[in-house]
């Protein structure tokens, strides 16, 4: 905001016997009107981020103590958990895609199961399957390994497409329906999935429906070289292996589940809503791309904009927020046109003029 002008640099001197005598009656100025809020107070936060702010701080410090550098992608994971999403972790092999995912579970105090996904798996072999019991006469439903608070499904692109559409109703609406009853997820219920964006011999594309249910799609890339040689020292000092004992739980259940209260309490203008659809809808209308995004990705955009502010000390949102999320939240949720894939194009760059083109809001 600019700083307002005193009237000493605006008008010219004015002697106290020639201004206007108020209109107000005397009577008037007796009575208790309210006093204006101070304008130092009116960016005050309304909420009070501090315990929120130390509970993602103890996060970062536990898995800082194994993982080195990857601050925006810890930053991403922490806003993908305050706002209840699911998140696809792509890169090569070899860049601490699952280790990463397995200290944030530990980090946790919830529930935490693996899931290797391989073109044999079915999906009973992920939701549970029905046992009979001879003595009872009837069906007993063995929960699967999705039935953990924390889910890590490696390589989700091995599995074929029969499996993948088994994720579809758990990964939407928390629930898994088997042999006509509905079983409901325990809260929080998360999944990070990795996948190999090189290698495509034994593994299937993800259907559309399954990308759109992740929140945010994070590149993982290589590390600097002076990362590189600090991981290269800690490694030799520590004679190998990887001390993921280190790591213990800092948040419960019950913590993130206020902490995700709290992040839903943020304030949103009713200018930056506009400037949320006005990005989604230029991915439907852009001429290099064959597929928009869906409503989905306005609210994901809304929900991972609320909660980034938070980690970042703020009660509400920002133009800046949403342009940081843009990329993660709508690369995997739009297709480039043929001839823009033949020109070399990527989907980043397309929302990075999408975002370019779009008035911010002031």
């Known amino acids: 905001m600019d700083p307002q002008l005193s009237t000493d640099d605006t008008l010219p001197p004015t002697s106290a016997a020639s201004l206007p005598l108020p209109a107000t009656p005397p009577d008037a100025l007796l009575t208790d009107?309210?006093?204006?809020?101070s304008n130092t107070n009116s960016f005050a936060p309304r909420t009070d981020l501090a315990q929120l702010t130390a509970r993602t701080e103890a996060v970062r410090t536990q898995i800082g103590q194994v993982i080195v550098g990857q601050q925006d992608l810890l930053q991403l994971l922490l806003t993908a958990l305050l706002a209840d999403g699911h998140v696809l972790l792509e890169g090569v092999p070899g860049v601490a895609k699952t280790l990463t995912a397995k200290l944030l579970a530990r980090t946790l105090d919830v529930p935490f199961s693996r899931i290797q996904f391989t073109p044999?798996?079915?999906?009973?072999?992920?939701?549970?399957?029905?046992?009979?019991?001879?003595?009872?006469g009837d069906f007993e439903f063995r929960p699967g390994p999705i039935f953990a608070s924390v889910v890590l499904i490696d390589e989700i692109n091995r599995a074929p497409a029969k499996t993948q559409s088994a994720l579809f109703e758990v990964m939407e609406e928390r629930t898994v329906t088997q042999d006509g009853r509905t079983h409901r997820m325990a809260s929080p219920f998360v999944v990070l999935a990795t996948q190999n964006p090189i290698e495509q011999e034994g593994t299937y594309r993800l259907p559309e429906a399954q990308l759109d249910r992740f929140l945010f799609k994070l590149n993982v890339g290589y590390p600097t070289l002076a990362e590189e040689i600090q991981i290269l020292q800690g490694h030799h000092s520590g004679f190998g292996g990887t001390p993921l004992e280190r790591v213990k739980p800092v948040l419960t259940a019950t913590d993130l589940a206020a902490l995700r209260q709290q992040v839903g309490q943020q304030r949103?203008?009713?200018?930056?809503?506009?400037?949320?659809?006005k990005i989604v809808g230029q991915t439907r209308a852009h001429k290099a791309l064959y597929l928009g995004a869906s409503p989905r990705a306005s609210l994901a955009l809304l929900n991972g904009a609320k909660a980034l502010a938070a980690l970042r000390g703020r009660d509400f949102v920002t133009p800046e927020d949403v342009q940081f999320l843009a990329a993660p939240v709508l690369r995997h949720r739009i297709m480039l046109t043929p001839e823009r894939e033949m020109e070399g194009g990527t989907a980043d760059e397309v929302v990075k003029t999408i975002?370019?083109?779009?008035?911010?809001?002031?």
């Open 33 to 37: 009107a309210p006093t204006p809020a």
């Open 268 to 277: 949103v203008e009713a200018n930056v809503l506009e400037y949320i659809a």
């Open 120 to 136: 044999d798996l079915m999906p009973a072999d992920v939701l549970g399957t029905s046992i009979f019991r001879p003595a009872q």
């Open 355 to 362: 975002v370019q083109s779009v008035e911010v809001p002031r």
